[in-house]
């Protein structure tokens, strides 16, 4: 389309109505991954809290440590996945957004903190890895 000339009033509300669906999206899968996150939080404090109890069996602890790596492994690849998704979408909506002569929406927010999750699970894999293998005696 060109710079001068702008969408004709039936499109622009079909391309109007693909914007504002694509940032309902947006909205909700950014709502879902920061519950699944707290969620992955909350689990990984509760078993670690209850892996390190005075006369816990040292096979247990170690178990439950490996169970700690394997839920971060699994929540790393989920926030890499996140992450790939929330760049599609980015790319959907400006071109969208483009279209309809709008400012770009910023999503830099949600890949940072997929970024940031998916390093800081691969951090805790690595340390409950170390802790099953190396610490736990």
């Given at each position: 389309m060109?710079?001068?000339?702008?969408?004709p009033l039936p499109q622009r509300q079909e391309l109007?109505?693909?914007?504002?669906?694509?940032?309902?999206?947006?909205?909700?899968?950014?709502d879902l991954f920061l519950k699944a996150v707290a969620l992955y939080f909350a689990i990984v404090?509760?078993?670690?809290?209850?892996?390190?109890?005075?006369?816990f069996p040292l096979s247990s602890q170690r178990a439950l440590s490996v169970l700690i790596a394997f839920?971060?492994?699994?929540?790393?690849?989920?926030?890499?996945?996140?992450?790939?998704?929330?760049?599609?979408?980015?790319?959907?909506?400006s071109a969208l957004a483009s279209d309809l002569r709008l400012k770009d929406f910023p999503?830099?927010?949600?890949?940072?903190?997929?970024?940031?999750?998916?390093?800081?699970?691969?951090a805790i894999a690595v340390l409950a890895l170390l802790n099953a293998f190396y610490f736990i005696r």
């Open positions: 060109s710079e001068k000339a702008q969408a109007m109505a693909q914007w504002q669906t694509a940032m309902e999206v947006y909205k909700h899968h950014f404090g509760a078993v670690a809290g209850f892996m390190y109890r005075d006369s839920l971060s492994v699994v929540t790393m690849m989920g926030c890499w996945m996140s992450f790939r998704y929330v760049k599609r979408l980015r790319d959907l909506v999503f830099t927010g949600a890949l940072s903190v997929s970024g940031l999750f998916s390093w800081t699970a691969g």
